[in-house]
């Protein structure tokens, strides 16, 4: 169960192996592309390329979420420390983005430290690079699925307990399984425990749009990624010139939606079976939910969390939130 004291380093860390079954991208795309609505899942985007095509997004001038989050860390991360207590345990829900976390142990100093991540060479790396700038802190890497129920491999409550969802990652969770997450993350935190998380805000139709259809085309680039690498790994025979990408809010769901159009009438080969798209017709590959303050409120409280204390940035662009979780407050 725990390993790795690499002896370079002076703040070794524990790692966790819950060995997390690994996606059957076949069998994922085959369904998903059987369907009368072609669809596929945005976890299929985080190849190594579209990893590295996430890093560019998040410093696209368009893309206001990461460096508007980071903002508000920063200028209100002592307020944000001291609701989360002094020598928390603090669990981070995807270890994807080192700079926020890093604003947030600086101002926090947690006891703890444990990164939950499904990529376990990426969770190993950045989890060690921790250890190796915050030499008094405890790291607890977790290689797991945080969107499928698990305990913390720590059953001492001696720390309060604090997870970190940041990015607005729950966007992605279509409401319900959003508060099934909740849900799951209050199991993990225990009753009084608190979840600072980020969460992305309605705002007008054409900021949304920009953010998702850069100038530069990195989101597109991004979108089109998922057929190169189905065509890499699947043997496919998507032809990426009868293809575009399509961003679009979808105000009655308020969500940001991404498609891959498919600009005629053509049959595309993956993986042995025939799929037809029509002129028009999409492949819809995301939605990225967005919510006003209150309405997020609304969901967590039906995972029985209450909010403590919400922090924006001038423009309400985004907003950080930290919540209690109460069971006994459930509906
Ligand atoms: C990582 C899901 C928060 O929805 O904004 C960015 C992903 N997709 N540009 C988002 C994404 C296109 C991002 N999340």
């Not at 207590?85 to 142990?105: P, Q, T, Y």
């Not at 990652?169 to 425990?193: K, T, W, Y």
């Not at 679009?248 to 769901?253: D, H, I, M, W």
């Not at 609304?298 to 939130?321: I, K, N, Y």
Request: hydrophobic fraction near 40%; charged fraction near 25%.
């Amino acid at each position: 169960m725990i390993s790795s004291t690499d002896p370079t380093t002076a703040n070794p860390i524990f790692f966790h192996d819950y060995h997390p079954a690994p996606a059957d991208l076949r069998a994922e795309v085959l369904a998903g592309l059987a369907k009368p609505r072609k669809q596929l899942s945005p976890k299929l985007f985080y190849d190594a390329e579209g990893s590295k095509l996430f890093d560019a997004i998040c410093e696209l001038p368009e893309y206001y979420p990461t460096r508007t989050e980071i903002a508000i860390l920063r200028e209100h991360g002592a307020e944000m420390a001291q609701r989360l207590g002094r020598e928390a345990l603090l669990v981070e829900l995807g270890s994807g983005s080192s700079l926020k976390i890093r604003v947030l142990l600086e101002a926090l100093q947690p006891a703890v430290y444990m990164p939950v991540d499904i990529s376990r060479e990426h969770l190993q790396q950045s989890a060690q690079a921790l250890a190796a700038t915050f030499p008094k802190l405890e790291v607890h890497a977790v290689c797991a699925d945080y969107s499928a129920p698990f305990d913390l491999p720590v059953d001492d409550h001696e720390h309060p307990r604090a997870a970190f969802f940041p990015g607005s990652s729950i966007g992605n969770f279509e409401p319900d399984e959003s508060e099934q997450l909740l849900r799951r993350v209050g199991a993990i935190l225990g009753a009084e425990g608190r979840l600072l998380i980020g969460i992305d805000l309605i705002k007008d139709r054409a900021r949304l749009e920009r953010a998702y259809n850069d100038a530069a085309g990195v989101t597109a680039a991004f979108n089109m990624n998922l057929l190169s690498r189905i065509n890499r790994e699947l043997e496919g025979g998507f032809d990426p010139r009868h293809f575009r990408h399509e961003a679009l809010f979808n105000a009655a769901q308020s969500r940001v939606e991404m498609h891959l159009l498919s600009t005629c009438d053509q049959q595309v080969e993956v993986a042995g079976e025939t799929f037809a798209f029509r002129e028009g017709e999409t492949i819809h590959t995301e939605c990225s939910h967005k919510y006003s303050v209150e309405g997020f409120h609304a969901l967590a409280a039906r995972a029985g969390f209450e909010p403590e204390q919400v922090w924006t940035d001038p423009e309400q662009l985004f907003s950080v939130h930290c919540l209690i979780y109460r069971p006994s407050a459930m509906r």
